[in-house]
Structures are given as structure tokens and as C-alpha cells.
């Protein structure tokens, strides 16, 4: 089913019976005659008119010159519709691939062995996505398909499908993926630059692998700047969000997605109501550069920078503390040639304020290498401004070029033969098995193997069996000799 359009806003809120318990008493004067039920409406209608009262004081409250609007009547909302309504299509992500298991690992969204261990490892991963596009295109979290050598997508209705991954960008956390399927439910786009503190919120996904799973909470934070996890400001919500979550869309009051859940903090490992999705705003922007350049190019500024506190503000000579303070400048950046000096303390970003250093990270996440943007600076107890012509980060190219041209991780390691050891083994061809993990080991390949070739190709160096796996068939087969006996063993590398 395509869902086109969302339910009116009505269709999310509880619907008040007093309105309809007035509306037939008064189309049937007769019911009143009888006194409790006229007792009830005398006082539903003292209740309807206090609310007209405080409704007409809010209204005049929100015009301009009054200090803040009056508190309304709480709003509840339909999280039945909502799940009915975006439920559909809130897909799992099944990954399978190769990862090295560490201690410092973040979300537990994979199924590692336990240590000790040596190398990379197979693991089974798993996390939510949600359709986008009804073509079948899916978002999901990078980091949940790092690593991943197969990704499947489990929809609500329990079909499955292999996906293709045309695209991540680690440092916003947003993978695109495609799969071949036609006429699928989408789930709408929110406003998040109308989201506010307070306001309702729906996670959806698949905790623990429990697909499905629905819990809501409300918005406690907005562009919350988390050190050492994205470059981008997030929605901080205290709706339970476990493992498995990351991925999955963090929904508002009308069934629309406001983000895409990323990350927890936790101590236990479970949710303790900080958890943290990055804006959809965000999410659709970096689509629509995989969609077009199949990367995403990001600016580079140059700059190192942190938030102010009252103290440091009093020192440079500010009211208040507002604005990211630069500590440190990287020579022949963007920065330096601009003239940025440590000290500076960047106030404005193209004529918007900043308040805290996330702010400028937010608009610097989003930024194109080569645009030049004006920068309010605060320097020496003085306003200035600066242009600045953003540079390009190159880490994340490097990353994504390291990604596409290094070979699949067979986890073995091979060396060549000597010619003595050919004339011992009476081959013209083949390297020595030194050592498997992972995949091989699986295979059933065993350290001291010679591995003579790789689908009917001899294999004559380490590069000939890396440029073999570089191919990425579907499967292999490996002629080895064990002890002085040949045998084609297969290996299953997706």
C-alpha cells in the first residue's frame, strides 16, 4: 500500500466525548428532562465555556508584545495511528559481513564472538531503516552497515530482499540503500525546524531484533553537539531507544519523520533515556548527494573550536557566553588564509546567530568545498567579520577510497613460494597459507595449505588471489594441496 498523504492532525489527538454528549442533548431537548443527566450537561457547559475563555486568553497571549503564551490543555497522541500509519514502512536491516570486535565498540547492533580473537571476525548485525521512497529506496544508519559484505531488508510484511548499497557518509551517519521492489509505503517528511522541547516524539524499529517495536517519549534537547560521534547537531529525546534502534525513524505527533535514530548513551548498554537522532533535514540533504555524486564532499573549515562558559566569556569581554570559541588553527586552511586567529570567538554564520559550537558544526556539516560564507567574529572586545573560502575534507575521501579498492578480507595470510619449494611440491604455481581466520577458517582452509588457484586460474603471488576476491564473485572455488593432496574447497565470500 502507498501511503500518499498523512491523516488529518485530528486523527492523532484523543476526540473529547463532552462535545458530542452536548451536541445530542441539544438536539433532544427531552433528554434533559431527566436531572442527572441535566446536572451532567450543566456542568460540561460551564466546562466548554472556561475553555473558550482560556482558549481566547491563549490567542491573545501569542500576540505580539505579551511576554509568553498561557499553558494549554495537555495533548495526547494517537499512537495507535501512528503505528498504523507508519508502521508499514519501518523495515529491519540484517547485515553479514566482517568486523575486528573490540571492547570500545559503540551500539551493540552486531552479534560479535566473544574475545579473545585475532583479526576480523564474521559478525551478524542487525538495525532499522525506513522507506523513502516507494521505488524502494531505504535509509538506514551507516554505522549499522559497516562492515557489511550482504544487507538484507526485512519489510513489515516479512519479505525480504538483498540490498544494494549506493552510499554512506560516516561523518552525518546515513547510508542509502536500494532494493528491487515497486509500490511500497513511505513515510512522509516532517518539519523539523518546527520541532520543539516538550513535543511528542515516536521511535519505531527493532530493538534487540524485535521488529516492530514502538515506544515514544518527547523532544528534551534540540542541536545537541556530541563529541566523537557525528559532526552534525541532534535531536536528544528520552524515548527508549535500545541496540538494534539505530537506523529507524524518530516520528512527531503526526506520523511524520523528524529524524533518524543514531546513538544512546548508556552505561548498561540499554536505554536510560538520552538517546539522539540526527534531523531529517540532515538525512534527505546527504541522500540527495549519494543520489547525485554517489559521495558526499564536505567543507573543511580548519578551525579547533569549543563552547564558551561565563567565565571565558567575562575574559574575552562578552555579556554572555554565545558563539564557538576557536582554540587552534591548522596551518594553510581555510582558516588561516582567511586570517582566523586562536582567540576569535565565531559569533554569526552568514548572518545567523550562533549560541554553542554545535551550531557551527551543524552549518559546517552541510556546507559545499569552495563556498566562501561570512563569519561574525568577536575579537578584542570588537565585532568583525570574515569571508572564508571552505576547503574540502579529504579524510572521509581517503576512507571511501580505502573502502572501494581494498580487496575483501578472506582473512587468510599468504605468502609466495620459493622454487625450492615448488620443486618439492611439484607445482609451477601456488602460495603458502600462513594464516586464517574469519571467512577461510570457516571454509575450511588450514594454515600450511598451498593454495594453487582460485576458480580454475592459478594463482601465482598474494596479488592474484587479492585481485581474484577484487571481482567479488558470488562464490569461490579453491584448488589446494594438503600434505600432497589436491582438493577444491568452495567459500562463500557475500
Known amino acids: 500500500m502507498l501511503v500518499k498523504t498523512r491523516p488529518a492532525r485530528a486523527d492523532y489527538g484523543w476526540r473529547y466525548p463532552m462535545e458530542t454528549f452536548l451536541q445530542t442533548s441539544l438536539a433532544d431537548p427531552r433528554a434533559l428532562r431527566d436531572p442527572a443527566r441535566r446536572s451532567i450537561a450543566r456542568w460540561l457547559a460551564l466546562a466548554t465555556a472556561f475553555g473558550i475563555l482560556a482558549g481566547a486568553a491563549t490567542a491573545r497571549a501569542d500576540e505580539p508584545g505579551d511576554a509568553a503564551p498561557a499553558l494549554s490543555v495537555g495533548f495526547t497522541p494517537n499512537y495507535r495511528a501512528i503505528m498504523k500509519h507508519a508502521g508499514p514502512a519501518v523495515v529491519g536491516i540484517l547485515v553479514d559481513?566482517?568486523?575486528?570486535?573490540?571492547?570500545?565498540?559503540?551500539?551493540?547492533?552486531?552479534?560479535?564472538?566473544?574475545?579473545?580473537?585475532?583479526?576480523?571476525?564474521?559478525?551478524?548485525?542487525?538495525?532499522?531503516?525506513?522507506?523513502?521512497?516507494?521505488?524502494?529506496?531505504?535509509?538506514?544508519?551507516?554505522?549499522?552497515?559497516?562492515?557489511?559484505?550482504?544487507?538484507?531488508?526485512?519489510?513489515?510484511?516479512?519479505?525480504?530482499?538483498?540490498?544494494?548499497?549506493?552510499?554512506?557518509?560516516?561523518?552525518?551517519?546515513?547510508?542509502?540503500?536500494?532494493?528491487?521492489?515497486?509500490?511500497?509505503?513511505?513515510?512522509?517528511?516532517?518539519?523539523?525546524?518546527?520541532?520543539?522541547?516538550?513535543?511528542?516524539?515516536?521511535?519505531?524499529?527493532?530493538?534487540?531484533?524485535?521488529?516492530?517495536?514502538?515506544?515514544?517519549?518527547?523532544?528534551?534537547?534540540?542541536?545537541?553537539?556530541i563529541a566523537g560521534v557525528t559532526a552534525v547537531p541532534h535531536i536528544q529525546t528520552d524515548a527508549p531507544v535500545n541496540p538494534g534502534h539505530s537506523g529507524g525513524p524518530l516520528l512527531d505527533a503526526q506520523a511524520a519523520v523528524v529524524g533518524m535514530n543514531a546513538t544512546i548513551y548508556s552505561i548498561s548498554g540499554g536505554s536510560q533515556g538520552l538517546s539522539f537522532a540526527v534531523p531529517i533535514d540532515v538525512v534527505l540533504r546527504v541522500k540527495d548527494k549519494i543520489l547525485a555524486h554517489g559521495r558526499v564532499p564536505h567543507a573543511y573549515l580548519g578551525a579547533t573550536v569549543q563552547n564558551l562558559d561565563r567565565p571565558l566569556a567575562t575574559v574575552f569581554g562578552q555579556d554572555r557566553p554565545q558563539g564557538a570559541l576557536v582554540a587552534g588553527v591548522a596551518v594553510g586552511s581555510?582558516?588561516?588564509?582567511?586570517?582566523?586567529?586562536?582567540?576569535?570567538?565565531?559569533?554569526?554564520?552568514?548572518?545567523?546567530?550562533?549560541?554553542?559550537?554545535?551550531?557551527?558544526?551543524?552549518?559546517?556539516?552541510?556546507?559545499?568545498?569552495?563556498?566562501?560564507?561570512?563569519?561574525?567574529?568577536?575579537?578584542?572586545?570588537?565585532?568583525?567579520?570574515?569571508?572564508?573560502?571552505?576547503?574540502?575534507?579529504?579524510?572521509?575521501?581517503d576512507q571511501r577510497d580505502a573502502d572501494t579498492q581494498q580487496p575483501q578480507d578472506m582473512g587468510w595470510r599468504l605468502r609466495a613460494l620459493s622454487s625450492q619449494e615448488r620443486h618439492l611440491l611439484g607445482v609451477s604455481s601456488g602460495v603458502w597459507v600462513d594464516e586464517v581466520s574469519g571467512f577461510s577458517e570457516q571454509a575450511g582452509l588450514l594454515a600450511g595449505d598451498v593454495l594453487l588457484a582460485i576458480n580454475l586460474k592459478p594463482v601465482l603471488s598474494a596479488d592474484d588471489a587479492q585481485r581474484a576476491v577484487l571481482q567479488r564473485p558470488m562464490q569461490l572455488a579453491l584448488l589446494i594441496d594438503r600434505d600432497g593432496v589436491r582438493m577444491f574447497i568452495p567459500m562463500w565470500i557475500e
Do not use: C
Not at 339 to 347: Q, R
Open 334 to 397: 581555510a582558516a588561516a588564509q582567511a586570517g582566523l586567529k586562536a582567540g576569535d570567538i565565531i559569533t554569526t554564520y552568514n548572518g545567523k546567530p550562533l549560541e554553542r559550537t554545535g551550531d557551527l558544526i551543524g552549518h559546517l556539516s552541510m556546507a559545499s568545498p569552495g563556498e566562501q560564507v561570512r563569519l561574525g567574529l568577536w575579537r578584542a572586545r570588537a565585532a568583525r567579520e570574515l569571508l572564508v573560502r571552505l576547503d574540502e575534507a579529504t579524510d572521509a575521501d
Open 97 to 225: 559481513g566482517m568486523k575486528t570486535p573490540s571492547l570500545l565498540d559503540g551500539p551493540a547492533d552486531a552479534r560479535l564472538p566473544s574475545l579473545p580473537f585475532k583479526g576480523p571476525l564474521p559478525f551478524h548485525g542487525q538495525g532499522s531503516g525506513f522507506i523513502i521512497g516507494a521505488d524502494g529506496l531505504v535509509l538506514t544508519s551507516a554505522h549499522v552497515i559497516t562492515g557489511a559484505r550482504r544487507v538484507t531488508v526485512r519489510l513489515s510484511d516479512r519479505r525480504e530482499f538483498r540490498a544494494t548499497v549506493l552510499g554512506s557518509d560516516p561523518l552525518t551517519d546515513v547510508a542509502v540503500l536500494r532494493i528491487a521492489a515497486r509500490g511500497l509505503p513511505v513515510i512522509e517528511p516532517g518539519h523539523v525546524e518546527q520541532l520543539q522541547v516538550g513535543d511528542a516524539v515516536v521511535a519505531i524499529g527493532a530493538p534487540f531484533g524485535l521488529e516492530q517495536s514502538l515506544s515514544h517519549g518527547v523532544v528534551s534537547a534540540m542541536g545537541r553537539s
